[in-house]
């Protein structure tokens, strides 16, 4: 039996948190999604979920800790897990300013779940 993959999101906006857990309560089975409201407060919760992939907004607007700053904790805290930058807005050099700090993408959010495979293969890799 294949091992289910482990991610988690941090999505401050309510609509897109409810959307994504709609979106994989749909698909059952394929992943075990943990979707959080903020990066405040929540290393404990991560770490214990140990997600093989994490995706965290790269703006994190309002918030004490930008995308970039937050990732360096969590780096240390889970070295093993793939990081992968979200945006609303995808700039040009979005991506290139993720993948320096530290991510292995930036993807525009909301996310696709509707093609949940190919995102988690690209993003895998």
């Known amino acids: ?23 994989v309560n749909l698909q059952p ?3 075990d999604a943990h979707i959080f409201e903020s990066h405040e407060n ?5 770490q214990e979920v140990n997600p ?3 995706f ?28 992968v930058a979200m945006t609303t807005l995808l700039q040009k050099s979005d991506n290139e300013v993720a993948v320096n700090a530290g ?3 930036c993807i525009e959010k909301p996310l696709p779940f509707h093609n949940l495979e190919e995102l988690l293969k690209t993003s895998m890799n």
Do not use: C, S
Not at 5 to 10: A, E, L, P, T
């Open 29 to 31: 089975g394929k992943v």
């Open 56 to 83: 965290i907004d790269l703006h994190m607007h309002g918030e004490y800790l930008g995308g970039i700053e937050w990732l360096k904790t969590m780096k240390r805290m889970l070295p093993h897990t793939r990081f």
């Open 1 to 23: 039996m294949k091992k289910k993959i482990v991610i988690g999101v941090f999505e401050n906006d309510a609509l897109n948190r409810f959307i994504y857990q709609r979106m």
């Open 42 to 46: 929540v290393n404990d919760q991560v």
């Open 52 to 54: 093989d992939i994490l």
């Open 103 to 105: 991510f292995v993408r």
